[in-house]
């Protein structure tokens, strides 16, 4: 902290305003400007990482040199729309140590917002040739064939061969939508419509969204994940750490230029009112006393921002009923904003009926936390949501249901608050170290469970996944230290293990401070952790005790697939009570879960699974042939058809449950409009409903929820400790 406070002082001296250069796109005259004070942020946010970022000494001014094409991959991530030259043109112009000193001394990216003025116009132009395009002929039973991914492709070399590409694209578009079973026409209503959009939602581009893309790119120089965040973007992630915002409660969207309420959130002012619902529009917004503005068209953020607001003032809202277009039905509402509570990410759990192998029902809780979320330091913290607090309470309703074992599913958690995953984990434990920190300079700290309360001692399974990542980690990791736990899932967790801050740049330099305007933040990797023993869980994660077959060891979502990610290392272990599970309490589970891998028909199910999806990731390119799609279409849909039933029957075997949570569920989410992005969707096998908290047939979840059971009832013929806390 000492170093960030002698950053500040020195910010105060020289970060000075600087007479704002305009430098014209040679191509065409950019219509973006940078933000006020944008200068001193961008300067600010390069101090910081030249200052405070861990891995500052990895990046010079020659790193600089991946700036231009990072940056050409975040607008065009799929190679369709810039030319090989523009590339080549862009490289020449922004050479390295230019773009460096640039941005050092004055804070300018202008390049970002000529090269976007360059992508601007490529897409206007493709869009028109598209719509011209789509006029004409098609031969969908040519012999050809579309790359599915084109993310390392070269980009076209020249507009001829731009061209040539967008013809196979669209055919690949296409033909998609034929496999929907619509029309020749219909599918080039559908794509004309799909690119009108990305034409409008280009143009709803502001000078902060470009910025905010551009100087993460150069962040993530650094580590993949540290950013800049522009001021609204900040604020949303304020939003998502507290689980708590100030508005009316109700989740937009936009369609087809109209801001639509998808959800409207328990206990908020407008499920309280009662008078909108799911698929209502709103027509306009008007501040209390102030004149209506009609939102038809308007970019969703600024829709947002307008209806946000101040706790107790009061927001009037025109809306347009779901079940009536016409004017007559449109009504008036006014609505008092308040603090509301996104329940549906808060954790919650359930108690699972599990019969022992005499068949007797043994209840076992499963706590769900999809993020670590926890009061930040803006307010006093009291009345904001915790992830610890959270479940100390679920573990409270669970143990008055008598549970004999638990569950703790960290498979969809990201991460969160260090803070929250230290005093989640002493719920478990006596007291102890939970994780080490170390800085740049070496400087190891250790955090330590100072509580010595223990809210839960029995036996614990751990269920993670390769999406567990950071927080999740530390838990995971720390617990499996301990020997209190025993973690089961895929071959491993995420692989992050780093620590971030985030600053908010206001308060670091007072020029940005003044006039009480909101400012961008930064997120930096400012330090390391490792667990109790001295390991780290960067790149490796924390491997499973019990692994269990998965998709996601086949997929590029780990932390070795992240581009500048740290490398990995260890420390010297820290002096905590505790010590992994022995080989003679793990191997009868480990033992038990590979029989029961090896013939229960879930696994083989499961196994299937993964065959098929391997098989896909290995078809690099997708056929142009119409009628060869649809006779892979015909056998795919053979084979999730099967699947699907043999899914149902599973399904049968599921234990029953009945569920713990903080809050009334939400309402059913209204479900999703056929996705019109780039993935071959019709090739994924289908997801569970999203409104399910504990969709059926869940592998991973019934086979820990057998690995508590034998650690309740240990397999025969070796004895297995049960896994408790520490006396």
């Given at each position: 902290m000492h170093?960030?406070?002698?950053?500040?002082?020195?910010?105060?001296?020289?970060?000075?305003?600087?007479?704002?250069?305009?430098?014209?796109?040679?191509?065409?005259?950019?219509?973006?400007?940078?933000?006020?004070?944008?200068?001193?942020?961008?300067?600010?946010?390069?101090?910081?990482?030249?200052?405070?970022?861990?891995?500052?000494?990895?990046?010079?001014?020659?790193?600089?040199?991946?700036?231009?094409?990072?940056?050409?991959?975040?607008?065009?991530?799929?190679?369709?729309?810039?030319?090989?030259?523009?590339?080549?043109?862009?490289?020449?112009?922004?050479?390295?140590?230019?773009?460096?000193?640039?941005?050092?001394?004055?804070?300018?990216?202008?390049?970002?917002?000529?090269?976007?003025?360059?992508?601007?116009?490529?897409?206007?132009?493709?869009?028109?040739?598209?719509?011209?395009a789509l006029k004409g002929e098609f031969d969908l039973n040519t012999q050809d064939s579309y790359l599915i991914d084109r993310s390392k492709a070269e980009w076209p070399g020249s507009v001829e061969d731009a061209d040539s590409l967008w013809q196979q694209r669209l055919r690949f578009e296409l033909i998609k939508e034929v496999l929907n079973k619509k029309t020749l026409d219909e599918a080039k209503k559908n794509v004309g419509k799909r690119y009108a959009r990305?034409?409008?939602?280009?143009?709803?581009?502001e000078s902060s969204d470009i910025s905010e893309m551009f100087l993460g790119c150069i962040a993530r120089l650094y580590d993949p994940h540290s950013t800049y965040f522009s001021a609204d973007t900040y604020e949303d992630f304020g939003i998502q750490m507290r689980l708590q915002l100030v508005g009316i409660g109700a989740l937009l969207s936009i369609e087809d230029d109209q801001c639509v309420i998808k959800d409207v959130i328990p206990g908020g002012p407008a499920d309280l009112d009662k008078q909108i619902k799911s698929n209502d529009k709103i027509i306009s917004v008007a501040q209390d006393g102030g004149e209506p503005v009609e939102v038809i068209g308007m970019k969703l953020r600024k829709i947002v921002d307008m209806i946000r607001g101040a706790k107790g003032t009061r927001v009037n809202l025109l809306i347009e009923p779901a079940d009536g277009a016409a004017s007559a039905t449109r009504k008036q509402i006014v609505l008092t904003r308040n603090v509301v509570n996104l329940d549906s990410s808060r954790a919650h759990g359930a108690v699972f009926e599990v019969p022992d192998s005499q068949g007797k029902i043994i209840p076992i809780g499963v706590i769900t936390l999809p993020t670590f979320y926890g009061p930040d330091m803006s307010g006093d913290g009291k009345a904001q949501n915790s992830a610890t607090k959270d479940i100390e309470d679920i573990l409270t309703r669970m143990k008055a249901a008598q549970i004999h074992g638990l569950v703790l599913d960290l498979r969809r958690n990201g991460g969160g608050l260090l803070s929250e995953a230290i005093s989640l984990t002493g719920l478990f434990i006596k007291n102890g170290p939970v994780v080490q920190v170390r800085s740049y300079s070496g400087e190891i700290k250790v955090d330590d469970d100072d509580d010595s309360s223990i809210s839960y001692d029995g036996p614990l399974a751990v269920l993670v996944s390769r999406f567990s990542a950071s927080a999740s980690e530390i838990v995971a990791g720390a617990l499996q230290n301990y020997g209190r736990a025993v973690i089961v899932g895929d071959s491993s967790t995420h692989g992050k293990g780093s620590v971030q801050t985030v600053l908010e740049l206001r308060n670091l330099v007072p020029q940005l401070a003044r006039g009480g305007t909101k400012s961008g933040a930064t997120k930096l990797t400012v330090q390391k952790f490792y667990l109790p023993n001295g390991a780290s869980t960067q790149l490796k994660g924390v491997e499973p005790d019990v692994v269990l077959p998965s998709v996601n060891d086949f997929l590029p979502i780990g932390e070795s697939d992240l581009p500048h990610a740290l490398a990995w290392d260890h420390i010297a272990s820290s002096r905590f009570n505790g010590q992994p599970l022995a080989s003679a309490q793990l191997t009868p589970l480990v033992s038990a879960s590979a029989q029961r891998q090896s013939h229960l028909p879930e696994f083989a199910y499961q196994r299937r699974a993964i065959d098929w999806f391997k098989a896909r990731q290995e078809q690099k390119s997708v056929s142009l042939n119409l009628d060869q799609r649809q006779r892979?279409?015909?056998?795919?849909?053979?084979?999730?058809?099967?699947?699907?039933?043999?899914?149902?029957?599973?399904?049968?075997?599921?234990?029953?449950?009945?569920?713990?949570?903080?809050?009334?569920?939400?309402?059913?989410?209204?479900?999703?409009?056929?996705?019109?992005?780039?993935?071959?969707?019709?090739?994924?096998?289908?997801?569970?409903?999203?409104?399910?908290?504990?969709?059926?047939?869940?592998?991973?979840?019934?086979?820990?929820?057998?690995?508590?059971q034998d650690l309740i009832n240990p397999p025969a013929p070796t004895k297995v400790a049960t896994v408790t806390a520490s006396p």
């Open positions: 170093l960030l406070t002698r950053f500040a002082r020195r910010a105060r001296l020289t970060l000075l305003p600087v007479l704002f250069l305009v430098v014209a796109c040679a191509e065409q005259e950019s219509r973006f400007r940078a933000p006020p004070l944008l200068d001193i942020e961008a300067r600010t946010l390069i101090k910081l990482l030249e200052e405070v970022h861990y891995n500052r000494d990895a990046v010079k001014s020659s790193t600089y040199s991946e700036v231009i094409p990072d940056y050409l991959t975040v607008l065009d991530g799929q190679r369709l729309f810039f030319l090989e030259t523009d590339k080549a043109g862009f490289v020449e112009r922004y050479k390295p140590d230019s773009l460096y000193w640039t941005l050092t001394s004055m804070g300018k990216i202008d390049a970002a917002y000529a090269i976007f003025t360059v992508y601007q116009k490529r897409v206007t132009d493709r869009v028109g040739w598209i719509q011209q990305l034409l409008k939602n280009m143009g709803d581009m892979e279409k015909v056998a795919d849909e053979v084979f999730k058809k099967n699947m699907k039933d043999e899914r149902k029957q599973l399904a049968a075997a599921d234990y029953k449950f009945t569920e713990v949570l903080l809050a009334p569920p939400s309402p059913p989410r209204a479900k999703s409009a056929n996705k019109d992005d780039d993935s071959t969707a019709e090739d994924d096998e289908p997801e569970a409903d999203e409104n399910e908290r504990y969709p059926s047939a869940d592998i991973p979840l019934r086979e820990a929820l057998r690995v508590v």
